[in-house]
């Protein structure tokens, strides 16, 4: 069975600080992998996806994640955080194969400190 | 492409009513999702169509929910006899078969009073 974990629920950083969302997966099979950002009452948006190419993925937003099978982790991260950063981040894992249903972790909402 | 839309955005109803959503996709994409989401959760997988055939439907679509996708386009989401743990954001995606991930909607919220 897949799963994720997306460690911390909130994340406060400072406009310009480093921006880290952290998630770890589960997956007995090659993963898909993916970030998606939520603004409130709107819908997911697709930040960047890994899907077997190469380990480190530039998404939009200057948003950036790598692919870590050793540790089996795909952080997201972003050098220098801006207000309109603050949302709803989400991780998902999916199979290649089949429906490509995604399994989502719980979440992590990012506040941006003035 | 005027992306994945929703419709309604925001439905009050009272406990035991019928409610019916509706989800237009991509127009050339023929794979569609439902999610579910509710409070400070992430989304959860309730079904699949590609084309007209529904494919998989997950456990927590229960006998009172019911999804189709007539003609391959759009698709309803009906659920009869609604109960307070209803309250939730309902999600629709699409792809084409050979695509890596979705586009969302906007979601619909339904809240149960």
């Known amino acids: 069975a897949q799963s994720v974990t997306q460690l911390g629920s909130h994340v406060s950083v400072s406009e310009g600080a480093l921006v880290l969302l952290r998630c770890n997966y589960s997956s007995s099979v090659p993963p898909y992998l993916f970030w998606y950002v939520q603004y409130p009452n709107q819908g997911l948006q697709l930040l960047l996806k890994y899907t077997s190419a190469a380990t480190l993925v530039k998404g939009i937003n200057g948003f950036e994640a790598e692919f870590k099978k050793s540790e089996t982790s795909f952080h997201l991260t972003k050098p220098s955080a801006h207000m309109s950063d603050a949302a709803e981040y989400f991780c998902a894992v999916s199979f290649i194969q089949g429906a490509q249903k995604l399994v989502f972790g719980q979440g992590t909402r990012l506040t941006i400190n003035p | 492409d005027t992306g994945v839309s929703q419709d309604p955005r925001h439905k009050i109803t009272k406990r035991g009513q019928n409610v019916t959503f509706r989800c237009d996709p991509i127009?050339?994409?023929?794979?569609l999702y439902w999610y579910r989401q509710t409070l400070g959760q992430g989304p959860e997988f309730l079904t699949y169509f590609q084309n007209e055939a529904q494919l998989e439907k997950s456990r927590l679509l229960s006998d009172r929910f019911s999804a189709e996708r007539p003609k391959g386009s759009f698709s309803t989401l009906e659920i009869q006899r609604t109960e307070q743990g209803d309250s939730a954001m309902y999600l629709c995606a699409s792809s084409t078969r050979q695509a890596t991930g979705y586009t969302f909607g906007s979601g619909t919220r339904l809240t149960v009073v």
């Open positions: 127009s050339e994409h023929n794979r």
